[in-house]
């Protein structure tokens, strides 16, 4: 079985769930690691992610914070990052061909040293770097199967984050839908109350977009149910 962090990039999750099914993975809300196998837990990092989680940008806690967590609940710690393109980013504006150059050789420079120093800091945490997100998702369905259910027996915040895991059938069937993670899927039941009130004539677009992380691509993909359950 593969736990799953509820926040964890939503196109890795969804093409998890379209590979193994429900019954291998587990998304819920994990305290420390993005995936856990057994008693591997995982912290998974998109490149341009890592160099954020470095700096610090947009973060209440540095990648510093999460694998030191990491590396004190688990016995078999992992940090995996995947893809190879950075994307400089300024905010405010647009960068120019020079600043986007010198952002990228800021970049460059900040993620080999983080390489250079890991084992020295974090001598307990193996590391992994995966060329693309569909290389990484691959590792995930082939891994998770050579971890013998046994070991959840061994760490109780794994036996903790399996028994939460259970998904109600409404949340399996909203985030069956390319896109739609089980986070997602309960904000719309929140919302809408229940599954024929979400499909129902007059539920718009726009209604469905008022939910975090969901824009009119999945709204419209969402609503395109009502024929499987008009049918029904």
């Not at 590979?19 to 856990?36: F, P, S």
């Not at 890592?50 to 999460?66: D, E, H, K, N």
């Not at 109350?193 to 939910?211: V, Y």
């Not at 969901?214 to 024929?227: D, F, N, V, Y």
């Amino acid at each position: 079985m593969l736990l799953v962090d509820d926040r964890e990039n939503p196109k890795v999750v969804n093409k998890l769930l379209m590979r193994m099914g429900n019954d291998k993975v587990k998304v819920c809300r994990l305290q420390a690691a993005d995936y856990i196998l057994g008693t591997c837990g995982v912290e998974a990092k998109e490149i341009n992610d890592l160099y954020r989680s470095i700096m610090g940008f947009g973060r209440t806690r540095t990648i510093v914070a999460q694998l030191r967590d990491l590396q004190e609940e688990f016995e078999n710690p992992m940090l995996v990052v995947y893809g190879t393109e950075l994307k400089p980013f300024i905010p405010g504006r647009r960068p120019n061909a020079r600043e986007t150059a010198m952002e990228m050789a800021r970049m460059k420079k900040v993620i080999q040293q983080f390489k250079t120093t890991f084992y020295q800091r974090f001598p307990k945490i193996r590391f992994m770097q995966l060329t693309t997100m569909d290389d990484f998702t691959e590792w995930l369905v082939v891994n998770h199967t050579q971890q013998d259910m046994k070991l959840y027996k061994q760490s109780p915040h794994v036996q903790q984050a399996v028994k939460k895991s259970d998904l109600d059938p409404r949340v399996r069937a909203l985030s069956s839908v390319d896109g739609v993670t089980p986070t997602m899927a309960e904000e719309l039941l929140k919302e809408f109350g229940s599954i024929p009130s979400l499909l129902r004539a007059r539920t718009t677009q726009k209604q469905i977009t008022q939910i975090n992380g969901i824009g009119k691509k999945r709204a419209k993909a969402i609503l395109s149910l009502r024929k499987k359950f008009n049918s029904n």
